[in-house]
């Protein structure tokens, strides 16, 4: 039995945190931080579960993305894995499924960070590279960000996007995209 489950973070327990943690820890190996996890949380996540296990974990979080000269509301997704094991089984289409539904019915438009092996699967579904200047809003000011350049997907919705851009993300600690 294979089932997607979304749910806030408040209303995952420990033990079910602590599961999607360690998959996110395997599939990334050593590639993982605590940071790239506190990214992840605060938000909606959609879990795969086949039975009793989970084998795959998705996150939207809000962020601010400026663009244009507003400060849209984004919903940025984190933590996209599927269990090695269980992949090409459509578990993180349907995560995504969910979560797109989520960003769509709440946030401005959707971003994310995108692994080189996961391109072809968002490029697949609506997602839109970002094709101009990536930055950051940091303490010190708004700081490019090149070496994400070309890495950064959007999922247009309401608001006027010009993909080719300039793009600047909020300031966290650690990866900042
Ligand atoms: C990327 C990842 C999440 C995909 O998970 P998955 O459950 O295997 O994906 P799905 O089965 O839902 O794939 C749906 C479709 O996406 C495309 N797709 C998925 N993985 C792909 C890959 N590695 N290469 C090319 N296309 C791929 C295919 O069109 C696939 O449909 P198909 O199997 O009918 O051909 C998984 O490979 C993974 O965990 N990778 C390592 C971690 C990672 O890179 N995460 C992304 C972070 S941004």
Do not use: N
Request: aromatic share 8%; charged share 25%; hydrophobic share 40%.
């Amino acid at each position: 039995m294979t089932e997607v489950r979304v749910a806030h973070t408040a209303d995952l327990d420990p033990a079910t945190l602590a599961t999607a943690r360690a998959l996110l820890e395997r599939v990334f190996d050593g590639g993982w931080s605590d940071h790239d996890w506190e990214h992840s949380l605060g938000g909606v996540h959609a879990l795969a579960w086949e039975g009793d296990e989970v084998v795959g974990h998705a996150a939207v979080v809000q962020r601010r993305l400026l663009h244009g000269g507003r400060a849209l509301r984004a919903g940025y997704v984190e933590g996209v894995a599927v269990r090695a094991d269980r992949r090409r089984r459509g578990h993180a289409a349907a995560m995504m499924e969910a979560l797109e539904r989520v960003v769509r019915g709440a946030y401005e438009l959707g971003a994310l960070g995108t692994t080189d092996e996961a391109v072809d699967f968002y490029a697949g579904r609506a997602w839109k590279q970002w094709r101009g200047p990536t930055s950051a809003l940091t303490p010190t000011g708004i700081r490019r960000t090149e070496d994400e350049d070309g890495g950064i997907y959007v999922l247009p919705g309401t608001a006027a996007l010009d993909l080719s851009g300039e793009l600047t993300c909020d300031w966290r600690d650690g990866d900042v995209w």
